[in-house]
Every structure is written in C-alpha cells, then in structure tokens.
C-alpha cells in the first residue's frame, strides 16, 4: 500500500525550531519529488516546500525562504522539513504530498495524515 | 506569489452542475498547463480530482471536469450529489519554480 505517515509535529515556543519527518512507504521514493504542504486552522492550503527526487533541486515559498529547509534521505524513504525561527503564523497541520507524476509540479495524489504544529508562548 | 483567486462559496441542487473558477495570472494558470483542484471534507486530508487541467486520475467520477481559457481555470461539476461538499482547492506551478494555491470554494448541496 502507498503511503505517507508525517510525524514531529508538537508545541513550540516562538522563535522555536521543530524537525518534522514523513516516512514513505510502497512506492520508488527516490522517483518522485516531494512536497510539504500546511493548512492553517480554519484556513486554506499553503504550499510550503518541494525537493526533487534526488534531492539536488529544492523550492520555497517566499514565507518560509531562509527559515525553513526540505531535505530526503533515499536510503531511509524518509522526507524532513527543518523549522527554525518558527512565529505564530506558522501554526497549522503540515501535510507530505507525493505527486501523481514524479516531477514537482503540484498534483498531489498521496497526502499524509497531517501532523500538527503550535507556536505559541 | 499571491494566491490563486476562487469563489469562497458556490451552491446548487442535487442533480444540477455547478462550476467553480480559478484566475491566476500569466505567470502560473495562463503559463503552464499545470493546473490541479482538490476536494478536501472536514478533518480529512485533501483528494486530487483533476490534473494538468482536465485530466482525471483513476478512480475519479467522470462528473468532475476541468478546463482552462486564459488565465482562468474551471472545475465543473455534474450530476451533484450530497457526497460532493466539501471544499476545494486549485493550484498551480509558477514561473518561480513554486506552487500555488487559491483560496478555496466551499461547495454546499442544497
């Protein structure tokens, strides 16, 4: 079965760091791009992050340039996003998202369960 | 990278079709053939209906259907049903190598 299980989440103090992993499972992990992507409560969805699958090429959105950082380890199937100098506004649940078609441009077809993350003193 | 511009809310009667628009600029929905929408009900993660604008991954009822003239994408609807509302979210690739979203449409079944 494919899947994606996101994990790290928790509460954290402004200015905070927090490293969220995603474990895959069932499929070639290293042919695929992959994605962060966080919903804000009550909110819309965000794209945050993407790395190719070699992870050579990675992307951000301008909210999180400098403060955020994608990474994968292929031998591990494993997806990470470092947070550092996390603010309030980075409250939501983050969600991996593996594409349909294994270049990054959107078209999510596998999410993960979403992990949750607090800022807040 | 402001977001994709969609209805907050559209509504109709079962049975009816509907058709929720997603305007961007030439730098993402008019640039690229790389629109998708997503369904998202309450609590659950989202759901790919369409891909590269009109393309719908196995599994997903022929009643979901995509397009795209300009800078404006559309997902429409037919034959709806009560398992249809939910929210739903476009997206796009950018000329800046990112992604993004559009607000969101909150689809009510009267």
């Known amino acids: 079965e494919v899947q994606l299980v996101d994990s790290g989440g928790g509460l954290v103090q402004p200015g905070g760091s927090l490293r969220l992993s995603c474990a895959a499972s069932?499929?070639?992990?290293?042919?695929?791009?992959m994605s962060w992507v966080r919903q804000a409560p009550g909110k819309g969805l965000e794209w945050v992050s993407a790395?190719?699958?070699?992870?050579?090429?990675?992307y951000y959105a301008d909210s999180v340039k400098g403060r955020f950082t994608i990474s994968r380890d292929n031998s591990k199937d494993t997806l990470y996003l470092q947070m550092n100098s996390l603010r309030p506004e980075d409250t939501a649940v983050y969600y991996c998202?593996?594409?349909?078609?294994?270049?990054?441009?959107?078209?999510?077809?596998?999410w993960g369960q979403g992990t949750m993350v607090t800022v807040s003193s | 990278q402001s977001a994709l511009t969609q209805p907050a809310s559209v509504s109709g009667s079962p049975g009816q079709s509907i058709t929720i628009s997603c305007t961007g600029t030439?730098?993402?929905?008019?640039?690229?053939?790389?629109v998708s929408w997503s369904q998202q009900h309450p609590g659950k993660a989202p759901k790919l209906m369409i891909y590269?604008?009109?393309n719908r991954p196995s599994g997903v009822s022929n009643r979901f259907s995509g397009s795209k003239s300009g800078n404006t994408a559309s997902l429409t609807i037919s034959g709806l049903q009560a398992e249809d509302e939910a929210d739903y979210y476009c997206?796009?690739?950018?000329?800046?190598?990112?992604?993004?979203f559009g607000g969101g449409t909150k689809v009510t079944v009267l």
């Open positions: 590269d604008v009109s």
């Open positions: 998202a593996r594409p349909l078609i294994g270049v990054f441009r959107g078209a999510f077809e596998i």
């Open positions: 069932g499929f070639t992990f290293n042919s695929y791009a």
């Open positions: 997206s796009s690739y950018t000329r800046s190598n990112t992604l993004v």
């Open positions: 030439s730098s993402d929905v008019g640039g690229y053939n790389y």
């Open positions: 790395v190719s699958g070699s992870g050579a090429g990675t």
